[in-house]
Nanobody, 118 residues
Framework: QVQLVESGGGLVQAGGSLRLSCAAS????????VGWYRQAPGKQRELVAT???????KYADDVKGRFTISRDNAKNTMFLQMNSLKPEDTAVYYC????????????WGQGTQVTVSS
């Protein structure tokens, strides 16, 4: 069973930065795509950023220019660098990975809380 474990969340003031990490229990190079999602209280989970194995990257419009998704295959870890944080970025952030071996199957981490104070 693939496991994803996020870390790096916390409380930060508006304008600050955080770097989220997601460690996978398997070789992330084998995933078709990896990504970050978030869910704010009372809202649906939404896409933040995704990165496919062919290098294509997609960002949500409201994080473009502020967030950067990356991966370190040697460490089986993906990252989300978040700069210029805003109170509206407050949410639980989840990492996700799409299986290449089993199409349609996705794995999720347990989530990490990010709180941005004004």
């Amino acid at each position: 069973q693939v496991q994803l474990v996020e870390s790096g969340g916390g409380l930060v003031q508006a304008g600050g930065s955080l770097r989220l990490s997601c460690a996978a229990s398997t070789n992330i190079a084998n995933f078709k795509a990896v990504g970050w999602y978030r869910q704010a209280p009372g809202k649906q989970r939404e896409l933040v950023a995704t990165r496919s194995t062919d290098g294509r990257i997609k960002y949500a419009d409201d994080v473009k220019g502020r967030f950067t998704i990356s991966r370190d295959n040697a460490k089986n870890t993906m990252f989300l660098q978040m700069n210029s944080l805003k109170p509206e970025d407050t949410a639980v952030y989840y990492c996700s990975a799409d299986s290449a071996r089993f199409p349609g199957r996705s794995y999720w981490g347990q989530g990490t809380q990010v709180t941005v104070s004004s």
